[in-house]
């Protein structure tokens, strides 16, 4: 089973809108992490929201998390150019023996026009 | 700030070969990781590393693949005889604790090319 999709994949808008990417997974988790690649770069950590909290926000960035749906978004508010790469969502499953491996889905790129 | 950074950033090696990649975590960090990214496709992960020995590992690090912590602060994946499916982005990832406040740092990536 796939576990972390984000939609849409490609997403572009004009600099100053918002930009929302979701994700979906399937399996019960502890934590959900949202990383940020810019192209052919490394993956850089955004924010980590954990299973029991449902909203999280960190400067421009606002993350939801619906355990009953499995479900997440990322929210970008006045988005800049800057802002232009791909976006992942990755769960740590909740194995109870404890989880070492993140999942990641397939990602989200925004492109953000000037 | 501290960074994971890694070594090379770009490797071609023809098939058959051995390929060792490298990694410095980050200095206080106490778990290490192995992801690797095929163009265009998810990032996948490899194998978690704890304590000197290996954690846990996904059904693609199969006996090709081995890592090793030589000394207090390299972090090394090694590839016995590459083949053509493992061109891909490889990324060394650290962090301080696991679970749920497990935030990874990952480096740049080294890219493998197999020919």
């Known amino acids: 089973s796939q576990q972390g999709e984000e939609d849409p994949q490609a997403l572009s808008i004009q600099e100053g809108e918002n930009a929302t990417m979701n994700c979906s997974y399937k399996t019960s988790i502890n934590n959900l992490q949202w990383y940020r690649q810019n192209s052919g770069r490394g993956l850089v950590h955004l924010i980590l929201?954990?299973?029991?909290?449902r909203e999280k926000h960190s400067g421009r960035l606002r993350v939801t998390l619906d355990t009953s749906k499995k479900s997440s978004s990322l929210l970008i508010t006045a988005s800049r150019a800057a802002d232009t790469a791909s976006y992942f969502c990755?769960?740590?499953?909740?194995?109870?023996?404890?989880?070492?491996?993140?999942?990641f889905g397939k990602g989200t790129k925004l492109s953000v026009i000037p | 700030e501290p960074e994971v950074t890694q070594t090379p950033s770009h490797q071609v090696t023809q098939m058959g070969q051995e390929v060792i990649l490298r990694c410095v975590p980050i200095s206080n960090h106490l778990y290490f990781y192995w992801y690797r990214q095929i163009l265009g496709q998810k990032v996948e992960f490899l194998v978690s590393?704890?304590?000197?020995?290996?954690?846990?590992k996904s059904e693609i690090f199969d006996d090709q693949f081995s890592v090793e912590r030589p000394d207090g602060s390299n972090f090394t994946l090694k590839i016995r005889s590459t083949k053509l499916e493992d061109s891909a982005m490889y990324f060394c990832a650290s962090s301080v604790v696991r679970g749920p406040t497990g935030e990874l740092f990952f480096g740049e990536g080294s890219r493998l090319t197999v020919l």
């Open positions: 929201i954990r299973s029991n909290e």
């Open positions: 990755a769960t740590d499953r909740d194995s109870g023996a404890g989880s070492y491996q993140l999942t």
């Open positions: 590393f704890y304590n000197n020995e290996i954690s846990e």
